[in-house]
Nanobody, 118 residues
């Protein structure tokens, strides 16, 4: 059974940084693309970033230049470094197996809350 555990969220001020982690188990991690998604209050979940098994990355326009996705196959973990945070980045962040911008698993982890104050 695949399990995804997100961590690293918190309350920060605008302009500050956070690093999120997502630990995966029950999946052959290194062959899967991984993605980060977020859901703000009252809004639909949206795609944030993708990293392929080969390390190619892609970002939503709203985070391009500020966020960096990376992975450590030895630790079955994907990261999201978030710099220059804005209040509009406030959301619960989730990871998932990924194909393009689409998530693969219908079951999500608990997510990690990111709150950015102005």
């Amino acid at each position: 059974q695949v399990q995804l555990v997100e961590s690293g969220g918190g309350l920060v001020q605008a302009g500050e940084s956070l690093r999120l982690s997502c630990a995966a188990s029950g999946v052959f991690f290194r062959i899967n693309a991984m993605g980060w998604y977020r859901q703000a209050p009252g809004k639909q979940r949206e795609w944030v970033a993708t990293i392929t098994s080969g390390g190619t990355t892609n970002y939503a326009d709203s985070v391009k230049g500020r966020f960096t996705i990376s992975r450590d196959n030895g630790k079955n973990t994907v990261y999201l470094q978030m710099n220059s945070l804005k209040p509009e980045d406030t959301a619960v962040y989730y990871c998932n197996l990924n194909s393009g911008r689409e998530y693969i698993l219908s079951s999500w982890g608990q997510g990690t809350q990111v709150t950015v104050s102005s």
